[in-house]
């Protein structure tokens, strides 16, 4: 279906795959605190200073701004890494990228903060074994904090891709519905006009008539095309509009038997002009007349509405668009997940709709 294909790659072009978003403020702050507060005491980067130097408590805050600049530098390249390289594309250049940013950022900027701090404590000498410690601490943890972030992200990713395949298959098939119901409108005015012009000829005031039902019955059209389901009752009622519009035509030739109680007209879902569409298929394929009049019955069994004809097949068929019964089939496949059956027995053509309970709403509005 051209149209469906169509509609469907719009939507994959409208649903184009969001950036993963992190809300990592309070991991990064409680990280970056206890970086800052373990690393000095871990090293013996204090010496011999003690709770009395205001150095000491000044130390704290320099330690937590190095852990600062390690976590955000890291997280500023690997974010970086991750527009140029993906684990499924390239894994073994990510992996390389992101070891050498973890060294050649943290080692150096630790080294050099280190020996400011040194520098600035007024220590003799400058510890090169705490040093080392402490960068091998810092490049351990980077590594650490770094899987963590790519595991988040990649579960994250996961589940936007699989939202987004959701909204993907939901938004096809509501473009496939869209054109299935836009085709119902060109397909009832074809053979409502047929109706019009054999009236116009042959009865004026019929024609008026048939004209301003018409209109009713089409406006019901336009108002539920959006829907997924209408009450039984309103799809009812609308269908038995169309049925007057048939009898200003085919007169007593056509008879109905509708054996739905008023309680069960209430109780049930279905999807908007499905009924009338199965009346279409018995008035576009069967001879109606005075002589050969068509029987008709509705009722519904076992949660399935059933539309009844006798068989009275035209000698010479109509050319069909197949619009009709296949239409219909394929709505409801995608609004109930259930298709509709359409089958002879018994010298009748059976078509049987399956229902909704009204407590299964989804989809349904008032």
């Known amino acids: 279906m051209p149209e469906t294909e169509i509609l469907a790659d719009k939507t994959e072009k409208n649903l184009t795959k969001a950036e993963v978003q992190l809300n990592d403020g309070k991991f990064m702050f409680i990280g970056v605190v206890s970086f800052g507060l373990l690393i000095p005491n871990v090293a013996g980067l204090f010496g011999d200073l003690g709770f009395g130097s205001p150095l ?3 130390g704290y805050i320099y330690f937590i701004g190095l852990s600062y600049l390690i976590w955000q530098g890291n997280r500023y390249l690997l974010f970086r890494t991750r527009k140029r390289f993906t684990w499924f594309d390239k894994p073994m250049e990510k992996l390389i990228l992101l070891f050498m940013n973890n060294i050649f950022y943290t080692a150096p900027l630790t080294i050099a903060w280190l020996c400011a701090w040194y520098a600035m404590a007024g220590f003799p ?3 090169w074994n705490a040093i080392e410690i402490v960068v091998f601490i810092n490049v351990i943890c980077v590594l650490f904090v770094t899987h963590v972030y790519e595991t988040v992200f990649l579960v994250k990713e996961k589940e936007s891709e699989t939202i987004k ?7 096809t098939a509501e473009a496939e519905l869209a054109v299935l119901k836009n085709q119902v409108d060109p397909h ?3 053979n409502s006009l047929n109706t019009l ?5 042959s009865d004026q005031n019929k024609a008026l008539l048939f004209t301003e039902n ?5 406006r019901y059209i336009l108002m539920q095309k959006d829907y997924q389901y209408v009450l039984l009752e309103d799809e009812l009622a609308f269908t ?5 519009l048939l009898h200003l035509r085919f007169g007593s030739a056509l008879k109905i038997n509708n054996a739905i109680s008023s309680t069960a007209k209430k109780d049930y879902l279905i999807p908007p002009t499905s009924v009338f569409v199965a009346f279409e298929n018995a008035v576009k394929h069967n001879v109606i007349s005075e002589n050969s009049p068509l029987m008709m019955e509705l009722y519904i069994d076992d949660n399935r509405l059933y539309v009844i004809n006798d068989l009275r097949e035209k000698g010479n068929k109509q050319s069909s668009s197949k619009i009709g019964l296949k239409n219909l089939n394929e709505r409801f496949q995608l609004v109930t997940k259930h298709g509709i059956d359409a089958y002879q027995e018994n010298n009748k053509f059976i078509v049987s709709l399956p229902l909704t309970p009204l407590t299964d709403n989804e989809g349904y509005h008032n």
């Open 214 to 218: 018409l209109a009713e019955v089409y």
């Open 197 to 201: 012009s054999y009236l116009v000829k």
């Open 165 to 171: 395949n959701e909204q993907l298959q939901r938004a």
């Open 188 to 190: 009832f005015m074809f």
């Open 240 to 244: 038995q509009q169309y049925i007057d």
């Open 56 to 58: 000491y408590w000044l």
């Open 125 to 127: 000498k400058t510890d």
